[in-house]
């Protein structure tokens, strides 16, 4: 039952450079998120998609972007890394609709120097 | 904006002990849900409540829906060091993209 898969789980960036995380389902979920979890913050939504195709901005959007070609992928990049952005990201995904549930993977922890 | 205030943010307390996580908004939920989240590990969902009133059990922990479906508690009963982690609750507005809007989290400490 692989779920909800992210690579990598760890990276260490240099200010400047760009990256993509990647996350995939099996789940055949319509809705896909990426959040980022900062401490004291909780969870907050950076991109979201409702179906292949169809992305849309989070809370906190700037300094990344995602495209949704396939139900199953949903990649996140940093266009332009900054220290700002280290954080932990997590990829998620549900059936739409009211009270499903959300499926996370495992995390991507991502140091920005 | 929706916000969802969750208190206290942190707790420490001794095995055995009994505690409340509180989740409070200003706007009402189409439903609600508790996250658990393990350190080095993704958030795993606990419950769902979607009735104003509904009150839902899982072992030792309960889980109450206010009746204005503003407000959610998670009661612990007698407390042990496995349930260790940060509790996350999540509250959906009803919005046709389905986003999830989540609390800060409250981290639990439970010690032997």
Known sequence: ?113 | TQLLEQSPQFLSIQEGENLTVYCNSSSVFSSLQWYRQEPGEGPVLLVTVVTGGEVKKLKRLTFQFGDARKDSSLHITAAQPGDTGLYLCAGDYGGSQGNLIFGKGTKLSVKP
């Open chain 1, 1 to 113: 039952n692989a779920g909800v898969t992210q690579t990598p789980k760890f990276q260490v960036l240099k200010t400047g450079q760009s990256m993509t995380l990647q996350c995939a389902q099996d789940m055949n979920h319509e809705y896909m998120s990426w959040y980022r979890q900062d401490p004291g913050m909780g969870l907050r939504l950076i991109h979201y998609s409702v179906g292949a195709g169809i992305t849309d901005q989070g809370e906190v959007p700037n300094g990344y972007n995602v495209s949704r070609s396939t139900t199953e992928d949903f990649p996140l990049r940093l266009l332009s890394a900054a220290p700002s952005q280290t954080s932990v990201y997590f990829c998620a995904s549900r059936l739409r609709g009211p009270g499903n549930t959300i499926y996370f993977g495992e995390g991507s922890w991502l140091t920005v120097v």
